[in-house]
Structure formats: structure tokens, C-alpha cells
Nanobody, 125 residues
Framework: EVYLLESGGGSVQPGGSLGLSCAAS????????MSWVRQAPGKGLEWVAS????????WHAPSVKGRFTISRDNAKNMLYLQLTSLKTEDTAIYHC??????????????????WGQGTQVTVSS
């Protein structure tokens, strides 16, 4: 059974930082491209960042580029997202997602087959 479990969310002030983690099991993690996707209150899903199976190639949405960093540790079956310089508009539930198909980057949400339940990030003063 595929399992993705996010952790590390919380409440921070604008300008603060958080580190999110996603533990994966039940599929060949190192062969899977992974992404972080978020959903702000009252809005749809928004792609945040992707990383290929090897971890060498990454892609970040313009809204978070330079502030967020996606990474992975294939030996531990872990995906990470480092969030810095947080803004109130970053408030959302953050989900990790895995792709069963080619282990290449994709910002297309329908390309992802596995989804976690998410972890809440709240940015407010």
C-alpha cells in the first residue's frame, strides 16, 4: 500500500521559516518524480515544486522560487520542502505527491498518482 505522510507544518510570522517532510512507502521512491502541491483556503490546488527521481533536477513555481527549496533523500525515502521568507499568501495545506510514470519533472497535477493528506502552514502576524 502506498503511503505518503507529511509533517513539519505549523504557524509562523511573516518572514519566518519552516521545514516540511514527507515520508514515503509502498512504491519505488527513487524512481518517482515528486512534487509539493498546496491548497490555500477557498482556492484550488497549486503546484509548488518538483524534483526528479535522482534529486539532481528541481523546478520551483515562480511564486516560491528563491524562497522555497525542494529536496529528497532516496536512502531514507524522504521528500523535503524548506520554506523561507514566508508570506501570508503562503498559508495553505501542503501536500506531497508522487508520480508512478516517468521520473521526470512535471507541474501537471494529473501526472501524480500518489498523494498525502497534507500538513497545514499558517503565516500570520
Amino acid at each position: 500500500e502506498v503511503y505518503l505522510l507529511e509533517s513539519g507544518g505549523g504557524s509562523v510570522q511573516p518572514g519566518g521559516s519552516l521545514g516540511l517532510s514527507c515520508a514515503a512507502s509502498g512504491f519505488y521512491f527513487a524512481a518517482s518524480a515528486m512534487s509539493w502541491v498546496r491548497q490555500a483556503p477557498g482556492k484550488g490546488l497549486e503546484w509548488v515544486a518538483s524534483i526528479d527521481g535522482s534529486g539532481y533536477s528541481t523546478w520551483h513555481a515562480p511564486s516560491v522560487k528563491g524562497r522555497f527549496t525542494i529536496s529528497r533523500d532516496n536512502a531514507k525515502n524522504m521528500l523535503y520542502l524548506q520554506l523561507t521568507s514566508l508570506k501570508t499568501e503562503d498559508t495553505a495545506i501542503y501536500h506531497c505527491a508522487g508520480r508512478r510514470g516517468p521520473a521526470i519533472l512535471s507541474s501537471i497535477l494529473n501526472d501524480y498518482d500518489y498523494w498525502g493528506q497534507g500538513t497545514q502552514v499558517t503565516v500570520s502576524s
